[in-house]
């Protein structure tokens, strides 16, 4: 009697897709899938798709484990793209310089709750540039926070304060959490081509010309947050008279003034080495798999 063959163990993860260049002679391609727990290293025959425009590649991954180049990889067999996959369980643990850092991010979406402005905000960092390299830009280059990951714990460190005031109006508390998270944005493009002509505009204008689609999703849904979220970042509150045209914004920028004094007096300023935009990858060396999902037969 024919014993029945086994089929091999598949597994599913959602993650961020991203194909390495190919090489000459190899018939599998090499791509990694980022995800809560750190990058998988994989191989497949899979042909490469064009993400979404100005968007990581979100997707729902099959693969199983087979051998390559006389070792057992993980080979995907297929990649399912899903562009409304919320962003904040792909980004890995380790992300940040800090290690609860990403963690926190976390955390802060779900203080939104079903909010639309959640959606924006996965939007947003599902913007490669942001989702690389949010984690290790600095808060500033010769001031406050002028380290690698200055940026995030300048940022995320803001927006819990504002999320935990409970006596602000909800609508306020969420559009100013955003703010807060969001208000130095524009400096991962700024720091990273110091020679372009939109930099002469500062960081508050290159930070909204670059989260200008994000708002114009979250306009369909919710338009005075995404109205008054543009008056924010823009830095333009500031126009009636000298006061705020939002009151959120007074509340916003006594934070970063408190933030950065803070800051300061913990760790001199000084200047920081020019940033190179980069993710996380260079300073950690994940396993070439791990255990990270459940078999299905």
């Known amino acids: 009697m024919t014993k029945p063959i086994p089929l091999p163990a598949t597994f599913q993860l959602d993650g961020v897709v991203e194909y390495q260049p ?140 504002v999320a935990a005031m409970e006596h602000l109006d909800v609508k306020d508390r969420d559009i100013g959490t955003v703010f807060a998270l969001l208000h130095d944005i524009g400096k991962i493009w700024l720091y990273a081509a110091e020679d372009s002509p939109w930099n002469r505009v500062g960081h508050e204008i290159l930070g909204l010309q670059h989260v200008m689609e994000p708002l114009t999703s979250l306009e369909r849904e919710w338009p005075d947050a995404a109205a008054a979220l543009a008056v924010l970042l823009s830095g333009r509150w500031r126009q009636r008279d000298g006061k705020a045209v939002l009151a959120i914004a007074e509340v916003v920028r006594g934070l970063d003034q408190l933030s950065a004094e803070r800051d300061l007096r913990s760790r001199p300023a000084g200047r920081f080495a020019p940033w190179e935009p980069a993710d996380w990858a260079p300073c950690r060396t994940p396993p070439d798999h791990r255990e990270v999902a459940h078999p299905t037969r």
């Open 22 to 161: 190919a090489v000459a002679g190899e018939p599998l391609r090499a791509l990694t899938v980022c995800h809560r727990d750190g990058r998988l290293n994989c191989r497949t025959g899979l042909p490469e798709a064009a993400p979404p425009p100005d968007r990581v590649w979100k997707a729902h991954v099959t693969f199983t484990f087979g051998s390559s180049d006389h070792r057992e990889v993980p080979i995907v067999t297929t990649i399912d793209t899903d562009p409304g996959l919320e962003v904040f369980e792909l980004i890995p643990d380790d992300a940040g310089l800090d290690g609860d850092i990403v963690q926190r991010l976390r955390d802060l979406a779900d203080h939104l709750g079903g909010s639309p402005l959640r959606g924006f905000i996965s939007d947003v960092f599902s913007m490669p540039d942001v989702f690389h390299c949010f984690w290790t830009c600095p808060g500033s280059q010769h001031h406050h926070h002028a380290r690698p990951g200055g940026l995030a714990e300048h940022s995320i460190g803001m927006a819990e304060q």
